[in-house]
T-cell receptor
Framework: DGGITQSPKYLFRKEGQNVTLSCEQN?????MYWYRQDPGQGLRLIYY???????QKGDIAEGYSVSREKKESFPLTVTSAQKNPTAFYLC?????????????FGQGTRLTVV | SQQGEEDPQALSIQEGENATMNCSYK?????LQWYRQNSGRGLVHLIL?????REKHSGRLRVTLDTSKKSSSLLITASRAADTASYFC??????????FGAGTILRVKS
């Protein structure tokens, strides 16, 4: 089955620690995204990548880092510089043709700082 | 930047009634998409309307797009309790990225 997989589903982080959220897709999509969602809020774009070895900052990139070494993978690291990391993180992928086609989402990772 | 802004923020209706949600955006777009999110889950794509289209249907969904007003509406007809979810519009910003709005929380009471 083709799809996009995020892991883990739940993640707990101590203050001052870096943590990495995994996102893998087997849809052969070029574009991948990371969004952050706070309770009752919309999705805010953290980073996005249109092609391997290239990525751009979104609206709230401070305190986060990404890599895109393989087409299938787009891991997100939440660094200790991110002051309020507790949130629901969503990864997505899409085909980029004549404008973006539909995005496919993973099931999300809920990160909690303890 | 929140490109798409939905209203109302929350909507509560009885099963069988129609639900209408609106989305406004600020810049030129290639297309506008609507997504649904069940609580604590990822988003699921519902429908895409291109900038040169004015109306599109898919099952019980009807989407309109008015590029002169930079607005779109999503109509769900004959709503069901299973339609209870959050609904988001997303705009394809210059073909570079998808930008989502704050969403409308729909509750359908049975």
């Amino acid at each position: 089955d083709g799809g996009i997989t995020q892991s883990p589903k739940y993640l707990f982080r101590k203050e001052g620690q870096n943590v990495t959220l995994s996102c893998e897709q087997n849809l052969n999509h070029d574009a991948m995204y990371w969004y952050r969602q706070d309770p009752g809020q919309g999705l805010r774009l953290i980073y996005y990548s249109q092609i391997v070895n290239d990525f751009q900052k979104g609206d709230i990139a401070e305190g986060y880092s990404v890599s895109r070494e393989k087409k299938e993978s787009f891991p997100l690291t939440v660094t200790s510089a991110q002051k309020n990391p507790t949130a629901f993180y969503l990864c997505a992928s899409s085909i980029r043709g004549d404008g973006f086609t539909e995005a496919f989402f993973g099931q999300g990772t809920r990160l909690t700082v303890v | 930047s929140q490109q798409g802004e939905e209203d109302p923020q929350a909507l509560s209706i009885q099963e069988g009634e129609n639900a209408t949600m609106n989305c406004s955006y600020k810049t030129s777009i290639n297309n506008l998409q609507w997504y649904r999110q069940n609580s604590g889950r990822g988003l699921v794509h519902l429908i895409l309307i291109r900038s040169n289209e004015r109306e599109k249907h898919s099952g019980r969904l009807r989407v309109t797009l008015d590029t002169s007003k930079k607005s779109s509406s999503l109509l769900i007809t004959a709503s069901r309790a299973a339609d209870t979810a959050s609904y988001f519009c997303a705009t394809d910003e210059y073909g570079n990225k998808l930008v989502f709005g704050a969403g409308t929380i729909l509750r359908v009471k049975s």
